[in-house]
C-alpha cells in the first residue's frame, strides 16, 4: 500500500474512499479554532496505520504532538510564534510614509485576530515550512487587478498543493480541491520545517523526556528475577491457573506500577537482583544538551530555552540575547511573511510592508548601567520597486 494514498489533499475518488476506510469520520469543529484538529487522517503519522502498513520496525515520523512535549522545543515555539505574533506588521507609502489605512495588516473582520493569524503562521512555517492564507479581494481596479481587503490563515491539513504547486483547499468533507489562486496566499518558510530537517534531534529529546518520566516512576529501573529452588518454572502456558515466567513477571510489573509500588513479597526460591538503573548523567546533562541542540536548530540562543546551564546574564547581554533572537531566528519567519506580503500580487508597487519592531525593542538602559542599547536589526522589511505608473 502507498503511504501517500492515505495522506489528504489527493483529489482522486479512490484515494478519498481509502481514507474513509480507515479513518473514523471527524467532527464537525469551529474552522476559526487555531487549535481544532486538522484532519482524523494525521493519525496516519502518529503510528495508529502507520506500524500496520510498514511493521513496527519503520520509525514513525516525528509529529508536532511528540515535539511539543519537549519543553525546550515548546518553549522556542512559544518564543518565535508568540513574538511573531506580538509584533504588528504595517504598510508604508511609496515615501515610506504609514498609511492612514492599513486595510487587511489590521483587519478585525477575520474569523481570528491578527495576533493569532501570525502566531500560527509562525507555528506553520516553524514546524512544516509552509504557510496559507486566504483572501477576501476587492473588486478589479482599472487594470482588472484585485487587492486583499481581509486575509485569514487556513489552518495546516485544509489545504494542499498539486504538483505544479497550485494550492488546493478543503471543501468542507476532507476533499481538496483547485481554487482560484487569486483567493489564498501561498507562504514558504525559512527551512522546510523542522518536523522534517530536526527530526532526530526532537526524537532524541522526547525520548530523553520519556526516559525521565520513567526514572520519576521507578527509580531502580532494571531488576531481574532469579528462581533458585523448586521446579523450573515454564515460559508460558494455555492453563490460566498455572504460574508461569510470563505471570510471575506480569504481577511483578503490575505491583511496581501500583500503589504501594516500594514495598514487594518475594516468594520462597525468588531472588530479586538489581542490574542497573538510568545514568544520572543522561537525564540530566543529556537532557540540556538537547536542549541546546534544539536552541541551534530554531536559531536561538541557548540561554532564552534555559539550556546554557549556570549563567550570570546581565542587562545588556540579556537585550543582545533579545536582538540576536530577532535577527537570527525570529526575524527568518517574519522576512518570509512579508517577503510574500510584499508581492506585486499582494502589494501595490512602491509600497512596502514591514514587522513594526520598534515598540518590542524599546527597553531604555537603566540609570545604573553603563552598557549602551544594542542596535535594532531591520528585519522584515520588503519593498517593491516604483513604476512609473502604479495603482492607486
Not at 489528504?8 to 474552522?31: K, N, R
Not at 501570525?118 to 477576501?136: E, M, N, P
Not at 518570509?336 to 499582494?346: E, G, K, N, P, Q
Request: glycine share 8%.
Amino acid at each position: 500500500m502507498n503511504l501517500r494514498a492515505l495522506l489528504p489533499g489527493l483529489p482522486d475518488e479512490d484515494t478519498h474512499q481509502l481514507a474513509a476506510e480507515v479513518v473514523v469520520t471527524p467532527t464537525t469543529l469551529e474552522l476559526a479554532s487555531p487549535w481544532a484538529p486538522t484532519h482524523q487522517l494525521a493519525k496516519v503519522l502518529d503510528g495508529v496505520v502507520f506500524r500496520d502498513v510498514f511493521g513496527d520496525l519503520a520509525p514513525v515520523p516525528v509529529t508536532r504532538a511528540e515535539a511539543m512535549t519537549v519543553p525546550a522545543v515548546a518553549r522556542a515555539r512559544h518564543i518565535i510564534a508568540g513574538t511573531v505574533g506580538a509584533v504588528p506588521i504595517r504598510r508604508y507609502g511609496r515615501d515610506g510614509e504609514l498609511l492612514a489605512d492599513q486595510g487587511w495588516a489590521s483587519s478585525t473582520a477575520g474569523t481570528v485576530s491578527t495576533f493569532h493569524r501570525h502566531l500560527w503562521t509562525a507555528d506553520d512555517l516553524l514546524f512544516y515550512g509552509w504557510s496559507c492564507w486566504s483572501r477576501v479581494n476587492s473588486l478589479p481596479d482599472r487594470d482588472g487587478r484585485v487587492w486583499p481587503l481581509r486575509m485569514d490563515r487556513i489552518a495546516w491539513g485544509r489545504w494542499s498543493v498539486d504538483e505544479v504547486g497550485r494550492v488546493l483547499v478543503d471543501r468542507g468533507d476532507g476533499r481538496h480541491v483547485l481554487v482560484d489562486q487569486r483567493t489564498v496566499c501561498l507562504i514558504p518558510g525559512p527551512h522546510e520545517g523542522i518536523l522534517t530537517a530536526a527530526a532526530v534531534t526532537i526524537r532524541h529529546a522526547a525520548e530523553l523526556q520519556r526516559a525521565a518520566a520513567t526514572a520519576a516512576r521507578t527509580p531502580a529501573a532494571y531488576l531481574g528475577l532469579r528462581q533458585t529452588t523448586g521446579t523450573p518454572l515454564k515460559l508460558r502456558s494455555s492453563d490460566p491457573t498455572e504460574v508461569t515466567v510470563e505471570t510471575t513477571l506480569a504481577d511483578w510489573r503490575a505491583a511496581r506500577a501500583g500503589l504501594g509500588g516500594g514495598v514487594a513479597f518475594i516468594p520462597l526460591g525468588l531472588q530479586v537482583e538489581e542490574l542497573g538503573s538510568f545514568s544520572e548523567h543522561l537525564l540530566t546533562e543529556g537532557r540540556n544538551a538537547a536542549a541546546v541542540d534544539v536552541a541551534r536548530v530554531t536559531s536561538l540562543p541557548a540561554d532564552l530555552l534555559d539550556a546554557a546551564g549556570p549563567s550570570s546574564l546581565t542587562y545588556a547581554n540579556a537585550r543582545d540575547n533579545d536582538v540576536r533572537a530577532i535577527q537570527y531566528g525570529v526575524g527568518l519567519y517574519m522576512r518570509s511573511m512579508s517577503a510574500v506580503l510584499a508581492l506585486d500580487s499582494v502589494t501595490p508597487r512602491g509600497q512596502s510592508v514591514r514587522f513594526d519592531l520598534d515598540e518590542w525593542l524599546e527597553s531604555p538602559v537603566p540609570a545604573s548601567s553603563s552598557q549602551p542599547a544594542p542596535p535594532r536589526p531591520d528585519v522584515s522589511r520588503e519593498t517593491t520597486p516604483t513604476p512609473e505608473e502604479s495603482p492607486a
